[in-house]
Every structure is written in structure tokens, then in C-alpha cells.
């Protein structure tokens, strides 16, 4: 499975690739990453994303991706 991992946290996201190893991720600290690999034509089946961001709540990124 694809999955786009969207987290300011850093112990969050290495934990996040730890938990799901058998899958193939991506892993990015901001909505604004993510939203690049989205523009970029990366396809994936899931997204998990941090509720409480600075820019952005995780809520909003996922309207927007």
C-alpha cells in the first residue's frame, strides 16, 4: 500500500516508518510537502496526517490533497 505520512513531529514520523515498514511511504514534516508529492503526481491509498499542525489542521490538508 502507498502511504503519505504528514507529520511536524519528528519522533512521530519515525515512528510512523517503523509501524508500517511493509509499506511503501512517504514521509514528510509539513502539509506543504505532501501537497508537492501530490502535484507531483505521486498516487497513494491513504494518507495520515497530523491533526494539530502549525500551518494547517490535518483535517483542512486532507480536504485540500
Do not use: W
Not at 2 to 10: H, K, Q, S, T, Y
Not at 52 to 63: K, Q, V, Y
Amino acid at each position: 500500500m502507498r502511504i503519505l505520512v504528514i507529520d511536524d513531529n519528528e519522533t512521530h514520523r519515525k515512528a510512523a516508518k517503523a509501524q508500517l515498514k511493509n509499506h511503501e511511504l512517504t514521509v514528510v514534516g509539513s502539509y506543504d510537502e505532501g501537497q508537492e508529492r501530490v502535484a507531483k503526481g505521486h498516487k497513494f491509498e491513504a494518507v495520515l496526517v497530523d491533526i494539530l499542525m502549525p500551518a494547517m489542521s490535518g483535517i483542512e490538508a486532507c480536504r485540500q490533497i
